[in-house]
Nanobody
Framework: QVQLVESGGGLVQAGGSLRLSCAAS????????MAWFRQAPGKEREFVAA????????YFADSVKGRFTISRDDAKITVYLQMNSLKPEDTAVYYC??????????????????WGQGTQVTVSA
């Protein structure tokens, strides 16, 4: 089992920045793929970004490319989502997710086995 706990959400004005954290515990992390998804009211959960813990490879949704970065801290077993140039349309509950070893970074929420509780991000115009 893997336990994921997100933090760092909040209210920010458009153009501002936030950094989300996802602290992981449980099984071995060195081969996991970690991802961030988000879900706005009335919309489906959508992929935001992912990182392979072993290789460091990253992948981003087109909507956040160039504005968001994803990184990991091996010592803290934590994944970060740095969000810059935030827009009102980035408003959503952000979820951290994890799945087992894979050479492919999946963008479907159904491909991830473990989920955090979510953290709210609100961007005001």
């Amino acid at each position: 089992q893997v336990q994921l706990v997100e933090s760092g959400g909040g209210l920010v004005q458009a153009g501002g920045s936030l950094r989300l954290s996802c602290a992981a515990s449980g099984r071995t992390f060195s081969r996991l793929v970690m991802a961030w998804f988000r879900q706005a009211p009335g919309k489906e959960r959508e992929f935001v970004a992912a990182i392979s813990w072993s290789s460091g490879s990253t992948y981003f949704a087109d909507s956040v490319k160039g504005r968001f970065t994803i990184s990991r801290d091996d010592a803290k077993i934590t994944v970060y989502l740095q969000m810059n140039s935030l827009k009102p349309e980035d408003t959503a509950v952000y979820y951290c997710a994890a799945r087992g070893p894979s050479s492919i970074i999946y963008v479907s929420s159904g491909s991830y086995d473990y989920w955090g509780q979510g953290t709210q991000v609100t961007v005001s115009a």
